[in-house]
């Protein structure tokens, strides 16, 4: 019988084994970054993860879910889940953006027939021009309320059509700038996105979400659900404010779901991107066409740095899409290099938000040099 040589055999091996030690190598020097990065900063609680060959290699949590906790159970995990705030942005426009890839949303015409029995209010200064789906997605509809404060936990929480005619804590949301003639941050406009969805389907708009885009992406650990239910607060981090202290009420709810109501984990939050990459390649046909996630990686008319939902740009040569998030007491950010297939998603319990910046500038120069 014929043996295989014992050098030949180890020889055929050593070009995995090289590549585990490097990626274990890559992983530590990461795992430091990170630790040192969170240990000189007053976040109680930070989690990462990080994508690189268009898979993710690593995720991890720090720190605790509420300052001064010493408990295993407040411990931050890769499964805690943190509030995406304006990062909710973009996952929607990814669920409207296949009601229109099936024909039930129109990008570009007037968005008034899609809103059943209300409608939007349009100003004078409108200039009589009607708002389209492209607009809201891309902050360029004219419409007002830049953001949301939220309702403390447990003190209940207006519905959308309170919201959106202003009886909440916020504004009327209306269109009064002519629309496509500049951009204007909006998270009212996403509101009337999410009627749009919730009037299409005729079903609540977490569920519209969980069909469309969290269970397609598996995204097991993300939902809109707002407020939380009680059965999964002890997965959810607690907010806290610049000092690190935490606040007296563990977290606002959002009824504005489809600008700041996602709660999810950074793993999930990588799963979207990374889908969102492989259908503008053309290898996610069955979610989204490639044509249509073209459009929304592409920069808009009169939108500054935005596509549709996510934001669009370039850093050091590499081009990238991402966004940023802003709740009270949490914060987060998602960006990757798609040429590169090399991302960074961090979420943190705080608002302390320059240790976004530093955690993904670290990471990111790590990733593409390693």
Known sequence: MHKTPILLTLSCLLPTLNAQEEAGELQSR???????????????GLSVAIIREGEIFWAEGFGSKRAGSTEAA???????????????????????????????????????????????????????????????????????????PGYPRGTGIPDLFAVLEGSGNTAQILVDVRPGTRFRYSGGGYCVMQLMMMENRGEPFPQVMQELVLDPMGMQLSSYE???PEGRWAEAAHAHNLTGEALEVAWNDYPEMAAAGLWTTPSDLA??????????????????????????????????ESGLGWRIG???GHKFFGHGGSNRGFKCDARYLYEDKVGVVVMINSDRNEILGKVTSAVLRITTDG
């Open 30 to 44: 990461l795992k430091s970054a990170v630790q040192k990065i969170h240990s000189e900063s007053d976040v109680p």
């Open 74 to 148: 407040d411990q931050v995990s890769a499964n805690t889940i943190f509030q995406a705030a304006s990062i909710s942005k973009p996952i929607s426009a990814m669920a409207a953006m296949r009601l229109v890839q099936a024909g039930e949303l129109q990008l570009d015409d007037p968005i008034d027939a899609a809103l059943g029995d209300w409608s939007i209010d349009y100003a004078a200064s409108a200039d009589g021009e009607l708002t389209t789906l492209r607009q809201l997605l891309c902050h360029t509809g004219g419409t007002t309320v830049h953001g949301f």
């Open 314 to 316: 370039s850093s050091g």
């Open 271 to 304: 799963r979207a991107m990374l889908g969102m990459s492989a259908a503008m390649f053309g290898e996610n046909e069955g979610f989204l066409s490639e044509e249509l996630a073209k459009d929304m990686l592409s920069t808009q008319p009169r939108s500054a």
């Open 226 to 228: 707002q407020p939380l």
